[in-house]
């Protein structure tokens, strides 16, 4: 390639930066009391994410150094890898809270899904860009991703992980809309993804009594939702300038998950609506910037592997803050860069690295 390599885009590193670190203050201060309780250890999650964090910032500054360009012949491979990993989850997967997800031994253990997530991303920007010329064909343009894609979701499911799975087709079909996909086929696998996410909540009782508590938490305020009602105080007790960072009510064992999937309720009990706004602002910065990255792009690779990342990221974040404040169901998906979690962050800042590298070459066509 005859580019040249130009400065990262400093508001996509400036908002990943911010965002980390609100992550880290706020994993400590909502995991705090019940690390002291059951690790003996108040400190016990902030370490664990401190520690992962010193592996991310490293892999996220690599992956900003490698040329994107240069990891597209190994893409497929990449892919393959990921695909095995997941058929070994079901064999050697270490299980958790009714769900087998991971890989490994003790706190040395990783989530294959969290890096289907990066290969799935890249495997359609390569595919997509190299076959432009028939994306306008279902046959011969959709099908081939849409096979692929069909394949992962099913070993997700396995684990099963429904959040992430959305997450991926999700993305799947932003890349499609970006690449050029004629807009009848976008709306049939729209209706097709819709129709298999209520076949899959039928499926299963848990899912089925999420979603009546999403309609109605009040029906059922001690058991199925109650996590959605506590959420919702805990955002409304934040008022507009929150309760104090470490003064929150509702990480006192009132709110499942409270330093993971519902981070984001904390973040608003201590922080109040500014915290909050100021949150959802650097995602919006984030989006931005990254869209422009693609649209700016010298290349459909980069392009649409910008869009991937970007949207990968983004919508994982609407998705679960979407859980928080009960406009959507509970999907148990994390919130990017915010919630406590080796894996996710890890790979997040991996995605940030690559999208930074993919700025460095933005505006040159």
């Given at each position: 390639m005859r580019w040249k390599k130009g400065s990262?885009?400093?508001?996509?590193?400036?908002?990943?930066?911010l965002l980390l670190s609100i992550g880290i203050i706020m994993v400590f201060s909502a995991s705090a009391y019940s690390s002291m309780l059951f690790k003996d250890d108040r400190y016990y999650y902030l370490k664990r994410q401190l520690m992962w964090t010193m592996v991310g910032i490293p892999a996220m500054y690599s992956a900003m150094q490698v040329d994107y360009f240069r990891?597209?012949?190994f893409v497929n491979v990449m892919l393959l890898g990921t695909l095995f990993l997941l058929l070994l989850v079901p064999v050697l997967g270490i299980a958790s809270r009714g769900a087998t997800r991971s890989l490994g031994v003790g706190f040395l253990s990783f989530q294959p899904s969290e890096v289907i997530k990066l290969t799935m991303v890249m495997y359609l920007a390569k595919?997509?860009?190299?076959?432009?010329?028939?994306?306008?064909?279902?046959?011969?343009?959709?099908?081939?991703?849409?096979?692929?894609?069909?394949?992962?979701?099913?070993?997700?499911?396995?684990?099963?992980?429904?959040?992430?799975?959305?997450?991926?087709?999700?993305t799947s079909f932003v890349l499609l809309a970006a690449a050029g996909a004629r807009v009848s086929h976008l709306a049939l696998l729209a209706l097709g993804g819709f129709?298999?996410?209520?076949?899959?909540?039928?499926?299963?009782?848990?899912?089925?009594?999420?979603?009546?508590?999403?309609?109605n938490p009040q029906a059922d305020p001690t058991g199925i939702g109650f996590q959605t009602i506590q959420?919702?105080?805990?955002?409304?007790?934040?008022s507009l300038f929150g309760m104090g960072l470490g003064e929150g009510r509702q990480k006192l064992l009132y709110i499942p998950e409270n330093h993971t999937d519902?981070?984001?309720a904390i973040v608003g009990e201590e922080l109040g609506f500014i915290g909050v706004t100021v949150v959802i602002f650097l995602f919006f910065l984030l989006l931005w910037r990254g869209?422009?990255?693609?649209?700016?792009?010298?290349?459909?690779?980069?392009?649409?592997?910008?869009v991937g990342l970007t949207t990968m990221i983004t919508l994982q974040a609407i998705i679960n803050m979407g859980v928080v404040s009960g406009s959507l169901p509970i999907t148990g998906i994390t919130l990017p860069l915010l919630s406590y979690g080796g894996s996710s962050l890890v790979f997040t800042l991996i995605g940030i690295g690559m999208l930074l590298n993919i700025s460095r070459y933005a505006g040159q066509k």
């Open positions: 990262p885009d400093f508001l996509i590193f400036l908002s990943a930066i990891l597209k012949k595919s997509l860009s190299d076959n432009l010329d028939n994306i306008r064909s279902f046959m011969r343009g959709i099908l081939p991703p849409l096979g692929v894609l069909m394949v992962v979701a099913m070993l997700i499911m396995v684990q099963p992980d429904l959040g992430t799975t959305i997450a991926v087709a999700g129709a298999s996410v209520g076949v899959l909540i039928a499926m299963a009782s848990y899912r089925m009594k999420r979603i009546l508590a999403f309609l959420s919702l105080l805990a955002l409304g007790s934040g519902f981070i984001f869209f422009r990255v693609g649209i700016t792009a010298p290349d459909a690779y980069g392009c649409l592997l910008a």
